[in-house]
């Protein structure tokens, strides 16, 4: 297992999953720490989260004054891992759609990619507890996504991911604008501009536990005008400028 790996956990209204989740994410390994990112839920999830810090030292929190979405919760975890000086971060939903037990074929994979992609969309990749409109609307939009940005992975929306330190260098954070969907596009996208390494591991995807879908039309529909908005050039790669100037050469 890569040693210094952050799983960064956005949670907003996720009292009911966080202590159970962390447990799980913990005893994949001593080399791994977690970040909750909290946007002041409601239900006292950023308290449980401090009073779960008070007892392990391998969990950290990141409080924020309200919810400003998943891509900023995002962008505040990345910007902590690089000043912490962590080699990999994990993104992952704090609602057990994405499995703990997952994580270790993330990391092996890691070892020879820049980008690893939990995948429900390769052999072996599955979802559980979907219907039949659902999985065809989440397969539909990653190959929307895929023909057109023209991505070398078969799951474009997965939020779960495993970046190396290297990867998250090359991008311009501020740049990072995007939410749900869209922002996992939108990172996804720049570092494959950036000529990074991708691959992509099966993981089996069910249903949340706990708690209410954060998913709304307005999040899909973000996604899919982001994708028309960097095939045409109106938005730019979210790449730091050093990366910038190594694509332009």
Same mark, same amino acid.
């Given at each position: 297992?890569?040693?210094?790996?952050?799983?960064?956990?956005?949670?907003?209204?996720?009292?009911?999953?966080?202590?159970?989740?962390?447990?799980?994410?913990?005893?994949?390994?001593?080399?791994?720490?977690?970040?909750?990112?909290?946007?002041?839920?409601?239900?006292?999830?950023?308290?449980?989260?401090?009073?779960?810090?008070?007892?392990?030292?391998?969990?950290?929190?990141?409080?924020?004054?309200?919810?400003?979405?998943?891509?900023?919760?995002?962008?505040?975890g990345f910007d902590y891992a690089l000043r912490h000086a962590y080699e990999y971060v994990i993104e992952m939903d704090a609602d057990f759609s994405h499995r703990p037990e997952d994580l270790p074929a993330l990391?092996?994979?890691?070892?020879?990619?820049?980008?690893?992609?939990?995948?429900?969309?390769?052999?072996?990749?599955?979802?559980?507890?979907?219907?039949?409109?659902?999985?065809?609307?989440?397969?539909?939009?990653?190959?929307?996504?895929?023909?057109?940005?023209?991505?070398?992975?078969?799951?474009?929306?997965?939020?779960?991911?495993?970046?190396?330190?290297?990867?998250?260098?090359?991008?311009?954070?501020?740049?990072?604008?995007?939410?749900?969907?869209?922002?996992?596009?939108?990172?996804?996208? @720049?570092?494959?501009?950036?000529?990074?390494?991708?691959?992509?591991?099966?993981?089996?995807?069910?249903?949340?536990?706990?708690?209410?879908?954060?998913?709304?039309?307005?999040?899909?529909?973000?996604?899919?005008?982001?994708?028309?908005?960097?095939?045409?050039?109106? @938005?730019?790669?979210?790449?730091?400028?050093? @990366?910038?100037?190594?694509? @332009?050469?």
């Amino acid at each position: 297992m890569p040693l210094r790996t952050l799983v960064i956990l956005p949670t907003y209204n996720e009292r009911d999953n966080l202590p159970r989740l962390l447990e799980a994410i913990l005893k994949i390994g001593p080399g791994l720490d977690a970040l909750v990112v909290d946007d002041n839920s409601p239900d006292g999830t950023g308290d449980q989260a401090d009073e779960l810090a008070s007892r392990d030292s391998r969990i950290k929190v990141l409080h924020r004054a309200g919810k400003q979405g998943l891509g900023r919760a995002y962008v505040a975890g990345f910007d902590y891992a690089l000043r912490h000086a962590y080699e990999y971060v994990i993104e992952m939903d704090a609602d057990f759609s994405h499995r703990p037990e997952d994580l270790p074929a993330l990391l092996s994979a890691a070892a020879h990619a820049d980008v690893v992609i939990g995948s429900r969309n390769i052999p072996g990749g599955t979802t559980i507890g979907w219907s039949r409109v659902r999985r065809f609307v989440s397969r539909g939009g990653s190959l929307y996504t895929r023909m057109i940005l023209r991505l070398p992975i078969k799951d474009c929306t997965s939020g779960f991911k495993c970046l190396s330190r290297s990867a998250l260098g090359h991008l311009d954070l501020e740049q990072l604008l995007s939410n749900g969907y869209a922002f996992q596009v939108e990172v996804s996208h @720049a570092l494959h501009q950036a000529g990074l390494r991708f691959a992509e591991v099966p993981i089996t995807f069910p249903e949340r536990v706990a708690g209410r879908s954060k998913m709304t039309p307005g999040i899909m529909f973000e996604a899919a005008i982001l994708v028309i908005r960097l095939r045409l050039g109106l @938005a730019r790669p979210a790449l730091a400028p050093k @990366a910038l100037a190594q694509k @332009a050469s």
